[in-house]
């Protein structure tokens, strides 16, 4: 398979760790964009078309015929091939859920780290997003994933975007032992563990260059 | 017992969950709050939590036991509930999974202006960003229709609410958005004409304005 992004975490985050947890060999190919203040995006523009995809974006992910856009898409595409979409009707209500309201969580994040009054809106956000984060950690509960028994892709997004936290103040996962221990279970998993001691693993930058918070 | 679906009085994320549920005859109480008038009436019943949702949002849906918030979420269940997502083959799937999100990119644009703009200058400096942003895949969910019925081909699935839904927002806003694109247009007219949503569209209980809430500069008021 080859996955296709920019050089940062971003979106295509969960999607490397599920890839890596799954054993799938994949290429993790990365497009850097140009230095300010142009940020020149030719790299990826000069190709986007000629990709065999309909709605051609990154992240992509090119499965043998197969291409594949959208990342919840993609997501979804890797977990029915490895049972990670929940086991029960109850979990895979659980996973719908979590994969939007996840999706909501990520977008208010994204849109402060990029917007250029970061300074002037971080207090705002913190004082927020504490009542984001409490909500997610009572959804967990006492389970072992955010599904309920069972691993599943919405985990890799969970982890991901607490981990993304955690460098704009660890308190705010701190403050709760289930998430605390959620995450500290998904870094013992196996594969995932051997992946954040790789050189494959990429710690930073969270987002693009334009960004006020996560571009280094 | 109906099922309950709640959401403001606009049209916004809810509707095309409403379409789905006047097109399966689903019964159902159409739960409305006023996002204008009387926006603490819905601060108040997320505070008291009546239904027990996990995690209280608009809009809200619950039949019997299933309480769910997150419009996809409403979307995928009233979707495997009434047999609209598709033939349960992979390649159904994934491209279901694909077109919820394109969808979701579409209205995310829309949204980004009607709610980011803050006067009519930023509204005009904005506008032609923006539609220069969603013609492209515009075009590329008109290839994608191509000559078919609707998305997945014969039958119509949950995305298809969503196109239908996700362009008539944009219509509004640009007139001549399909006008070099007939099998859209094609398609709006077929979904139109279908008896329930007919009958659902010249009926009352049809929220035809606003598209979004009243913080939103175009589509609110």
């Known amino acids: 398979m080859e996955l296709a992004y920019w050089n940062i975490r971003g979106l295509a985050q969960p999607i490397r760790l599920l890839l890596e947890y799954t ?6 190919k990365k497009f850097e964009c140009g230095p300010a203040p142009d940020y020149d995006k030719s790299c990826w523009f000069d190709i986007k078309e000629k990709l065999k995809l309909d709605f051609p974006n990154l992240p992509y992910l090119m499965d043998g015929d197969v291409g594949v856009t959208q990342s919840n898409a993609i997501m979804r595409y890797i977990g ?4 990670l979409l929940g086991k029960t009707e109850q979990e895979r209500v659980r996973v719908d859920i979590m994969e939007n309201q996840a999706m909501d969580f ?6 402060l780290c990029y917007n250029p009054n970061f300074d002037d809106m971080k207090e705002g956000y913190l004082k927020s997003v504490k009542d984001v984060i409490a909500k997610f950690s009572k959804f967990l509960g006492d389970r072992q994933w955010f599904a309920g028994e069972n691993l599943t892709v919405v985990d890799f997004v969970m982890y991901e975007l607490l981990d993304q936290h955690k460098l704009l103040d660890a308190t705010l996962v701190e403050a709760h032992d289930n998430l605390t ?6 870094e013992e998993l196996e594969p995932i563990k051997a992946y954040m001691a790789s050189d494959r693993f990429m710690k930073g930058p969270l987002n693009n260059k334009m960004a006020k918070f996560g571009a280094e | 017992m109906p099922s309950i679906f709640g959401y403001w009085t606009l049209r916004g994320l809810g509707q095309a969950s409403r379409f789905i549920l006047e097109y399966t005859g689903e019964e159902y109480q159409d739960v409305r709050f006023d996002a204008i008038n009387a926006k603490e009436k819905w601060q108040e019943e997320k505070t008291k939590n009546p239904h027990g949702l996990e995690f209280p949002n608009l809009p809200f849906y619950v039949d019997g036991d299933i309480k769910l918030t997150q419009s996809a979420a409403i979307l995928h269940h009233l979707a495997k509930k009434h047999g609209l997502a598709g033939a349960n083959t992979e390649e159904e799937w994934r491209r279901l999974d694909l077109l919820e999100g394109v969808l979701g990119d579409v209205r995310m644009t829309f949204a980004w202006l009607c709610y980011g703009c803050r006067d009519e200058a930023s509204f ?3 506008r032609p960003v923006m539609r220069e942003r969603v013609t492209p895949v515009i075009k590329q969910l008109s290839a994608s229709l191509g000559s078919k019925q609707w998305l997945l081909g014969d039958k119509i699935s949950y995305v298809d609410f969503l196109l239908y839904d996700v362009l008539s927002n944009w219509l509004e806003l640009e007139k001549d958005l399909l006008d070099e694109l ?8 077929r ?3 279908l008896p329930a949503i007919k009958a659902y569209m010249q009926s009352e209980r049809f929220i035809k304005w606003p598209l979004s809430g009243p913080d939103a500069f175009f589509g609110g008021k």
């Open chain 2, 191 to 193: 979904f139109e004409a």
């Open chain 1, 181 to 186: 221990k959620f995450m500290k279970r998904f």
């Open chain 2, 124 to 126: 005009s400096a904005q």
């Open chain 1, 23 to 28: 054993g799938e060999k994949y290429e993790d």
């Open chain 1, 80 to 83: 029915r091939k490895h049972d």
């Open chain 2, 182 to 189: 007939p099998n859209l247009q094609q398609f709006r007219a």
């Open chain 1, 106 to 111: 990520r977008n208010g994040w994204v849109r």
